[in-house]
């Protein structure tokens, strides 16, 4: 039994990209002979969550951090047997996945496989990097859009049926050729004024003034499916122009089972069961997600005390409060001179936190930075917020997490994807065409149908917003995930969406909104003071 332990215990810290020592191996056995059989899969989570938010040198341990961890969770058990109310295994289904440790992986179209990247990933990328950004983006929706019915089929008359079976015809194989055809690109604007689909093999002139489009905002750095001919002069006449169609999660789970695109680690189906048994049970669970949270400001701080103040007595606590930016009222920038006074904030607020006992020792705080926040740069994703500015909130409570922006976040077998940035108004600036008003005319409807068909999460040119080359897999949506948070300064609004749980909680500084959200069953319960 100690040998198939020994193996799983490797395997586990494989999983998240440890490697162990001899003597922290030895470590965690003894840490896991505290529990009892069916506890220890639990065990070894709690303590690989827990790893993960230590500031490690090298992902070979050693036995010093690990007896850190061990140490700590065991005083934590053992304060828990001494008062049995105070439960924790709610914060042993709930982990935090930081972006720039998901792991990265490449579609071959040759071998109709993804690979994934295992060699260092630079901060700054060369030139290539950047290439490689538009090349992966397009092969992760080629090889989505491959196997659905309606494409994955030749057709003999593709102008038959608008919905019938259609071929791809690469763009370079345009040239010469007559009547309807069924192209796959990214909208493109190689020159002033004109606008190019672009595919691997070339690029085409498009005229988009009579095209049909469905829900969502066409801009420069979506991918496009478009339908139409070629004209004399080589500019390509869409008549019909749209997203690449979906595909359901399970079908994508299936097709690359084995793979951790979302980074929480790889479930055995006996594991995927058991969690989802759990996650029925869990009907108690809920996150209180605020957006805009001026820590700089009275009022916000005030409204702030009241929500805790409420939750602080309720029969059952939240399992986790999510606090995304903008943690101030003034942006971070050059003329930005109140760094030590939003240190100071924050201590404030975690003293606020501290004074609520039951919601500080059975609740969790999670930071997610905003766009305005303070950070070496704007660039997408973002890292968490500085050490400087959260020691002080910390020696409140110490099991605050800090992550980056995006984040994730894997309650037993859920995904969920938290993401805090102004959206809406950057999409709508950079729209090509009006939004079609066929089937909705609310803006937020067609942000949430373009992130999902796109599966990314801020598909605008980059000039609008920079993204760091070599970590835009960390925006990527795919598999879908079961519930997308959009923290966004507009109006608060929930959509449901193909079965994926979207929602704004709006603008808690300007607007007092927020949101309840129970995962076990998806329901949002947009709130407001």
Not at 501 to 511: E, I, V
Request: some cysteine.
């Amino acid at each position: 039994m100690s040998g198939v332990l020994r193996n799983k215990v490797q395997r586990k810290f494989k999983m998240r990209g440890y490697s162990l020592k001899v003597e922290a191996l030895s470590e965690v056995l003894s840490f896991l002979s505290h529990f009892p059989s069916d506890a220890l899969d639990d065990a070894l989570e709690l303590l690989l969550d827990e790893l993960h938010h230590l500031s490690l040198k090298s992902s070979i341990l050693d036995r010093e951090p690990v007896h850190k961890v061990v140490s700590l969770l065991l005083e934590a058990d053992a304060a828990v047997e001494e008062n049995p109310s105070s439960s924790s295994s709610s914060a042993s289904a709930l982990r935090v996945i930081d972006t720039f440790i998901v792991p990265k992986f490449r579609y071959d179209p040759v071998k109709k496989f993804f690979h994934e990247h295992t060699g260092r990933l630079p901060i700054h990328g060369d030139a290539s990097a950047k290439a490689t950004l538009y090349k992966d983006r397009f092969l992760l929706l080629f090889q989505r859009v491959s196997r659905d019915p309606r494409f994955s089929t030749l057709a003999f008359d593709a102008s038959s049926s608008d919905y019938g079976r259609c071929e791809i015809s690469p763009i370079q194989s345009l040239v010469g050729r007559v009547g309807r055809r069924w192209i796959m690109g990214v909208i493109s604007q190689l020159e002033d004024g004109h606008f190019y689909l672009e595919d691997l093999t070339a690029a085409v002139e498009v005229n988009l003034s009579s095209a049909k489009i469905t829900t969502g905002f066409f801009v420069e750095n979506t991918i496009v499916l478009a339908e139409g001919e070629m004209q004399l002069d080589g500019v390509f006449q869409v008549r019909t122009c749209g997203f690449p169609p979906l595909e359901d999660r399970e079908k994508s789970m299936a097709f690359f089972s084995g793979l951790d695109f979302f980074g929480g680690g790889i479930l055995t189906k006996e594991e995927t069961l058991r969690l989802a048994e759990l996650e029925k049970n869990a009907v108690n669970a809920m996150f209180v997600i605020l957006s805009d949270v001026w820590l700089d400001n009275e009022e916000t701080l005030g409204n702030l005390e009241t929500i805790l103040n409420g939750y602080e007595n309720v029969e059952v606590v939240p399992s986790l409060f999510v606090f995304m930016g903008n943690f101030c009222s003034q942006p971070f920038n050059l003329s930005f001179k109140s760094i030590s006074s939003l240190r100071v904030q924050f201590g404030k607020l975690g003293q606020m936190i501290a004074s609520h006992q039951r919601l500080k020792e059975h609740s969790r705080f999670l930071f997610i930075p905003g766009p305005d926040d303070v950070g070496p740069s704007t660039a997408l994703p973002r890292c968490p917020l500085p050490k400087y500015l959260t020691e002080e909130f910390q020696k409140y409570v110490p099991n605050a997490i800090f992550s980056s922006n995006p984040c994730r976040i894997k309650f037993y077998t859920q995904d969920i994807v938290l993401f805090r940035h102004d959206m809406l108004y950057r999409m709508r600036r950079s729209c090509l065409i009006p939004p079609s008003t066929e089937e909705t005319s609310d803006p937020f409807e067609h942000l949430v149908a373009t992130i999902i068909h796109q599966s990314h999460l801020c598909p605008i040119p980059l000039t609008v917003q920079p993204i760091i080359w070599n970590y835009d897999h960390g925006l990527h949506l795919y598999p879908t995930p079961h519930t997308i948070v959009l923290g966004d300064k507009s109006e608060q609004k929930a959509f449901r969406y193909t079965g994926v749980t979207c929602f704004n909680p709006g603008s808690f500084s300007n607007d007092g909104t927020f949101v309840a959200y129970r995962p076990c069953n998806q329901e949002v319960e947009l709130s407001a003071l």
